[in-house]
Each structure stands twice: as structure tokens, then as C-alpha cells.
């Protein structure tokens, strides 16, 4: 799953200038794209650990609200993180403030409509989801269309697409989890039969674009995956 973000980070990484890793966690990207004609610079709202920080210029600090000059980067990526931020609009203005003109964002942010949202739910609300440390409630989740609103009158959207769609192997693994609890799939029932609230586009209008019917199905298709992959340019 990881290997089309780098793949889509090395694509698009220039050679030279200032690189932001928005939301580093443990520089894993980071250490994957250094080389001397790049200057990447991290920020995370968690300290990481010292002995990796003394290896990396790290800043504590939240994307909403960035610690840098207007057009002090040639290139951006944040990958699963604006979907923690309630005003992710505020996000993307600081991005675009501090990319310089023609400069690069890379986002992966996750899919409304893809099955491992509410396989993701079910995992938190039975108490089986593996990864504790992000157990924080998503304020949002995306379709093409909210990213065309969130990135209105601001970027270019250069290209989008979708990056893994096999969902049954962790399906499997939390029904497996659930058949260990008592009364797991009575529970299960119950919170799929409750109505959810979720995101809704009512109060939002935007101006019909036209799109051929290949970029419709490609749409689709992507709208069932783990998350998208978004390059935009300012």
C-alpha cells in the first residue's frame, strides 16, 4: 500500500529547494526522499523521539497554522493527516501561502464512500482497532467533489487517483475479532441498523464541470479506495 505514496512522492519531489513533510510522524518519508540538493524541513504536532529529531530539522506545530514565511517551499506533502483538522480549509490557505508560485502539494486524504471507513468505525467501536495512537474521530472524509470545493480558487488540481482497494483482508480480521466477543455480532447489527450521521454536500453549491465519461468511471473506481492520492499545483 505504502509503495505508490513513495512512488508518487519520488515522481513529484523536485531535485532541488525546500521540501515541507507536513505531519512527519517518525520521518519515515523524510529519510526516504534526503539528499543534499534538498532541504526538507519536518513538522508534527507530536515530538518524535531525540534520537530522530537530532537527525532531521524538526519544528513542533500544527498545519493549520504554520511557522514559515509566504513562498518559502517548492514542494509539500502531508499524507493522512488534514482529515484530523476541523477547518481543513485553513489547512490548504497555509499551504498555498507558504508554497512558492508553482510549487507542488502531495495529499493522501480518505475516501467517503470506500468500505474501510465503516470497517475503521466498526474496529474503534468494538475496541479491536489495531492502531491506538490514531484512534481520533476523522473530521472528514472526501469525494472528488469535496476536494474540488476544499481546493476552490486556491490550487490546481493536477491529478488524483486511488491507492488500495482490497478491503477483505481486514474485514476478515474484525469479524474474526468480533466472534471472540460476547454478544460481538448482536452489537454489530445494532450499530450498522442506527442511521449515521454523515458528511453531506446540501448546503453546498458548486459550478457543474464537465467531465468525459472515462474521468466519470475513473472516479467511481477511485471513490472505493483506501484513500486518494491528490497532486495539486499553486
Known sequence: MASKIIKSLMQNVPENGFVLDAGCGNFHYTNRIKKASRQVICLDIVCPEKDLIQDNM???????????????????????????????????????????????????????????????????????????????????????????????????????TGYHYNFIPRLFRLLLAVSKQKKGYSKMYKYLSVKKNTDSDENYSSQSRDRSIRTLVLDTVYSFAYHYIVLLKK
Open 58 to 160: 524538526f519544528f513542533l506545530g500544527s498545519i493549520d497554522k504554520l511557522p514559515y514565511k509566504d513562498n518559502t517551499f517548492d514542494f509539500i506533502y502531508c499524507f493522512s493527516v488534514i482529515q484530523f483538522i476541523d477547518d481543513d480549509r485553513a489547512v490548504i490557505e497555509e499551504f498555498y501561502r507558504v508554497l512558492k508560485p508553482g510549487g507542488k502539494l502531495l495529499l493522501t486524504i480518505p475516501t467517503r464512500n470506500s468500505p474501510f471507513r465503516i470497517i475503521r468505525d466498526l474496529e474503534i467501536y468494538f475496541g479491536v482497532y489495531k492502531y491506538p495512537q490514531f484512534n481520533v474521530s476523522h473530521h472528514h472524509y472526501y469525494s472528488i467533489e469535496d476536494i474540488e470545493k476544499l481546493t476552490f480558487d486556491t490550487f490546481q488540481l493536477e491529478n488524483i
